[in-house]
């Protein structure tokens, strides 16, 4: 490479900027949508205040926890079936 031109970004560098991005987003949608839902979660699940506020205590305690094991985990156990099979949820114990 010549020091006069500019350095190219090759396709894979273009994937991984994507992808890093697409993860942050995702990650960030899912620590705040509990938040807004938890309303929506208490009246559906018939749950206590108390019982709501676990869920996103928990939540939080989980995704930190989960964070330096999210490539193995997403591996293993695949995070988007996993995702859809919370959304299924009937129950507040589920």
């Known amino acids: 490479m010549n020091a ?3 350095a190219r970004i090759t396709g894979r560098q273009w994937l991984i900027v994507v992808t890093v991005q697409s993860v942050t987003l995702l990650f960030g949608i899912t620590l705040t949508s509990v938040t807004v839902i938890l309303p929506q979660m ?3 699940l018939s749950a206590t205040q108390d019982q709501i506020s676990w869920v996103l205590t928990l939540n939080l305690v989980a995704a930190a926890a989960a964070t330096p094991l999210t490539g193995w985990l997403a591996g293993k156990l695949g995070f988007t079936g996993a995702s859809v099979l919370c959304g299924f949820a009937t129950s507040l114990e589920t």
């Open 4 to 6: 006069d031109s500019p």
């Open 42 to 44: 208490k009246g559906a």
